[in-house]
Nanobody, 129 residues
Framework: QVQLEEFGGGLVQAGESLTLSCKVSGGTFSNYFMGWFRQAPGKEREFVAAIGWIGRTAFTHYYAAFVKGRSIISRDNSKTTTYLQMDDLKPEDTAVYFC???????????????????WGPGTQVTVSS
């Protein structure tokens, strides 16, 4: 059974930074394509960032336009954990943030939430102005 759990959410001021982490247990983490999504009240869940791999040591990174340039996604296969660092946070970044694992990644589908097989329960990020 694959389980995911997010950590690191909280209340921050606009302009501050936050790093979320997602611990994965079960399965083979190094084989998973990992994504971060977010959902604000009354809105659909939307893609934030994703990380895959090229060969054994290089990774591919994908970002939504609204976080590109102020977020970094990373992973540590030895710790079965993926991270999302977010800088210059804005009130519109307020949402529940979810990490997700795609166990059979198809190229080009990184932003399709329906492709992801396992999800964490989410962590709340609130950015005050």
């Amino acid at each position: 059974q694959v389980q995911l759990e997010e950590f690191g959410g909280g209340l921050v001021q606009a302009g501050e930074s936050l790093t979320l982490s997602c611990k994965v247990s079960g399965g083979t983490f190094s084989n998973y394509f990992m994504g971060w999504f977010r959902q604000a009240p009354g809105k659909e869940r939307e893609f934030v960032a994703a990380i895959g791999w090229i060969g054994r040591t290089a990774f591919t990174h994908y970002y939504a336009a609204f976080v590109k340039g102020r977020s970094i996604i990373s992973r540590d296969n030895s710790k079965t954990t993926t991270y999302l660092q977010m800088d210059d946070l804005k009130p519109e970044d307020t949402a529940v943030y979810f990490c997700a694992a795609d166990t059979d990644y198809v190229s080009g589908t990184y932003d399709n939430r329906f492709r992801y097989d396992f999800w964490g329960p989410g962590t709340q990020v609130t950015v005050s102005s």
